[in-house]
């Protein structure tokens, strides 16, 4: 299976995936069309989801043919492949691990697990951001919130992701007063 990754319009995901879907049905093809989200949680401690990665939508396709190319290219809200529509090439490197990656929990990353230890550094125990070689770009730990810096994609991507502190660390408790 081949990965390849597509630029949509923002707030258009969840619908573009599933015109993509029904297109995809009436032809015969065998594509899975994937929209990864992210569960976080507000102020009042309620959780609720939204895109992982803003304005991408992924595929995983045996081949990538000329008909597959033009019902992706006949959707509506489409932009582009990544890197480009004229030299379309599956994800590789970094970019398949972190998806393939993801992919292990499904569409929808649920909350990590994690712990500040004694030099108050982040250590992820398991969940989504296990094992991501990423940078921590902030941590919120008012809303349970960690920024994650990746290079994927031939970019920098900044995106949040939840956690669910399982041994708070003694400031936790005195920045929540």
């Given at each position: ?143 349970r919130r960690v920024t ?30």
């Amino acid at each position: 299976m081949e990965y390849y990754c597509l630029m949509v319009k923002t707030r258009k995901e969840e619908t573009f995936k599933k015109r993509l879907e029904k297109s995809f049905k009436i032809a015969g093809k065998d594509i899975e069309v994937i929209f990864f989200k992210k569960k976080l949680r507000n102020n009042k401690n309620v959780e609720y989801e939204e895109p992982l990665f803003k304005s991408y939508v992924f595929l995983a396709a045996k081949e990538m043919d000329l008909e597959t190319i033009n019902i992706v290219k006949r959707t509506e809200d489409f932009y582009k492949f990544l890197n480009n529509n004229r030299d379309i090439k599956p994800l590789k490197g970094t970019d398949l691990d972190y998806v393939s990656r993801l992919l292990n929990f499904g569409e929808t990353q649920g909350l990590s697990k994690i712990y500040f230890d004694e030099n108050m550094q982040i250590v992820v125990t398991e969940g989504p951001m296990a094992g991501f070689i990423g940078k921590i770009y902030k941590v919120n730990k008012r809303q349970r919130r960690v920024t994650v810096l990746l290079e994927m994609f031939h970019n920098q991507i900044k995106f949040d992701l939840g956690y669910e502190l399982i041994r708070p660390d003694p400031s936790y408790k005195k920045n929540q007063s």
